[in-house]
């Protein structure tokens, strides 16, 4: 069963630097591009960028480029979304999808969201 | 806001038929292939429709997909109560700014 489970909620405060993960299992996770997307409260969504695990190869957004980094451990099948240094503005829901089983933008497993609190 | 713009809400009775609109430009749906997504409350997207009128495994066909020019369409026939959800259409932008993008979603409501 292919699955996508990424880390726990997070409280951080301006300033701060944080890792959120998602780790895949049940398919080939370095076969499959990886997406984060972003949900800022009551918002829609917003795709953020792609890692492709097998080599690393990372395409951002413009909206998100230099906001945040995107990376993977493929030893781990693990997905990562980083910032350095929080606002109270990346305040959101965050999920991971894999893309490419039936065109390449087709995201058809997620996982089940990270929520990111950044509050003073 | 997104280029691909979609009505903020849309509702219907039950068994009734609903169409979603998802209106773009040349250089998102008029040259790019459109996807279709449905999130519940509180839960994480779903893909609906793939190449703008494809239906991934699992999928009911009560729902549909169209293109047509700069803009796309998702039908839902027979609508039921569980449908009540928010619906995204999705399409690569070739503009100066180019990615993927969403639309700008619509609130499914059954009556």
């Known amino acids: 069963e292919v699955q996508l489970v990424q880390s726990g909620a997070e409280v951080k405060k301006p300033g701060e630097s944080l890792k959120i993960s998602c780790k895949g299992s049940?398919?080939?996770?370095?076969?499959?591009?990886i997406g984060w997307v972003r949900q800022m409260p009551g918002k829609g969504l917003e795709w953020m960028g792609i890692?492709?695990?097998?080599?690393?190869?990372?395409r951002y957004s413009p909206s998100f480029q230099g906001q945040v980094t995107i990376s993977a451990d493929k030893s781990i099948s693990t997905a990562y979304l980083q910032w350095s240094s929080l606002k109270a503005s990346d305040t959101a829901m965050y999920y991971c999808a894999r893309l490419g089983y039936y065109d390449f933008w087709s995201a058809d497993y997620w996982g089940q969201g990270t929520l990111v609190t950044v509050s003073s | 806001q997104s280029v691909l713009t979609q009505p903020p809400s849309a509702s219907g009775t039950p068994g009734q038929r609903v169409t979603i609109s998802c209106s773009g430009s040349?250089?998102?749906?008029?040259?790019?292939?459109v996807n279709w997504y449905q999130q519940l409350p509180g839960t994480a997207p779903k893909l609906l429709i793939y190449s703008n009128n494809q239906r991934p495994s699992g999928v009911p066909d009560r729902f549909s997909g169209s293109k047509s020019g700069t803009s796309a369409s998702l039908a839902i026939s027979g609508l039921q109560s569980e449908d009540e959800a928010d619906y995204y259409c999705a399409a690569w932008d070739d503009s100066l700014n180019a990615f993927y993008v969403f639309g700008t979603g619509t609130k499914v409501t059954v009556l």
């Open positions: 049940g398919y080939s996770f370095t076969s499959y591009w």
């Open positions: 040349s250089s998102n749906i008029g040259s790019n292939t």
């Open positions: 890692i492709y695990p097998g080599d690393s190869d990372t």
